[in-house]
């Protein structure tokens, strides 16, 4: 028996014409590479911010939503997953470190297209950009102006 789609199925076994122990009985087949998981979350993390991803999971079968993510020692990054409607999760976490992070998406145990490979990085600073070489005085429309802005560090 391969089943061709997610959801529940139900399996008739019979033996010369007649049903054997308790069939027929029901299966809940489910197909992980339906899952589709999108969102900023996915490719870019800024440290101590909040970075989050959603999973659409409406042709997959029924499943359990599991989220890990690994941090750049190997530590585990807590997530935060939640149903935000019947099918659609919205799963949210904080790096704390700069640096690799990986995130599998499971649904029923299985993969769907994981892991995403993510790195944190450190937030920008503005504070520690300065401006230089800014003209004073009346300035013409049309005319090109040129400073220098230093962002080291920053």
Known sequence: YTPNEAGPHTITALWAGN????????????????????GSGLTE????????????????????????ITGPNGNNIPANVREDSRDDYVCTYTPSQKGNHSIAILW???????????????????????????????????????FLVKTEGA
């Open 19 to 38: 049903h054997i122990d308790k069939s027929p009985f029901t299966v809940n087949v489910i197909d992980p590479k339906k899952c589709i998981a999108s």
């Open 45 to 68: 993390a800024t440290v101590n911010q909040p970075a989050s991803f959603k999973v659409h999971t409406s042709n997959a079968g029924q499943g359990i939503l599991m989220v890990e």
């Open 108 to 146: 029923g145990d299985r993969p769907i297209s994981s892991p995403f490979k993510v790195v944190a990085k450190i937030p920008a600073d503005p504070s520690k950009c300065s401006a230089h070489n800014i003209p004073t005085g009346r300035l013409r429309a049309g005319k090109e102006v040129t």
